[in-house]
């Protein structure tokens, strides 16, 4: 067991009849970006109302006991992380929240870390904290609750997967530091879903094989694909998806796909599009 943990028991991951319970957040609002000087950035316009609103979101994820809790890619301010840890306002067991979140720089990313390190168990590729400084992220926050793998202490976990691959065009090539891994997660056992999340143009380059998702023929697979994309309908987007429902595909009925982008009425600086 890997961190001296258990794998979890995530209710939305049981190969059984129940109906488990989500909550998604399509997050429609201004986002300013920055890929030149010392800070590189992708974030909300307006930070007081994005930690209000998501702030209020994760309350009503928590009273509602969700299952699986949602939110699109650079959306979540790293403000509104930080309470949730300090604040222990963290899914209890069983649930499972994946948290797109607004870029952060190595350096922040290695000063959040020590300052929670012992609130929660932090699951991510350290030698990314090394990268180049004036450079930013795209992570995921996956955030679980399991035990240790003597069984004996319930720990929350903060597992960060990095987006892997930048988008077309100068801005993410120029600043975004790429992920090296991608995730899949399981319940204890060899039984059950498989769940892996893809960041917006990581599909662009997604080999749907063994090799990147372990016994994909074998097991049903959960994809859930975080987006902030005025093109989402584009080609390289979603060929990954059109091959999961293509003639001849019919073996792969046991695959399901979440894709959430921000809503309509979201504005990237200097760009004009339509959000789905």
Known sequence: TANGLRPPELNALIPDGEVYSTLLFQHQGDVEASNT??????????????????????????????????????????????????????????????????????????????????????????????????RFLDPVCIFFRTRTSDGLVDRPVLLIQFKTNPMGGDFEVQSLITGYRRYVLHNNGDNGVRLAVVVCADASDLAIDNVTFPQLDVYPYLFVHLQLNEKSKQTEFKNYRTSFFSKGMEDQCNKELVCLNWADGSRLPNVDGTYR
Request: aromatic letters at 10%.
């Open 37 to 134: 000087g010392a800070e590189r950035y992708v974030r909300n316009l307006n930070q007081d109302l994005a930690h209000q609103q998501f702030s209020s979101f994760f309350n009503l994820a928590l009273q509602e006991e969700v299952d699986l809790v949602l939110t699109p890619e650079y959306s979540c301010p790293w403000s509104v992380i930080d309470g949730l840890i300090t604040n222990d306002q963290l899914p209890s067991n069983g649930k499972l929240w994946i948290v797109g979140c607004e870029s952060i720089q190595p350096n922040k990313l290695r000063e959040f870390r020590d300052k929670h390190n012992d609130a929660i168990v932090f699951i991510a590729d350290e030698k990314i904290e090394s990268t180049i400084a004036d």
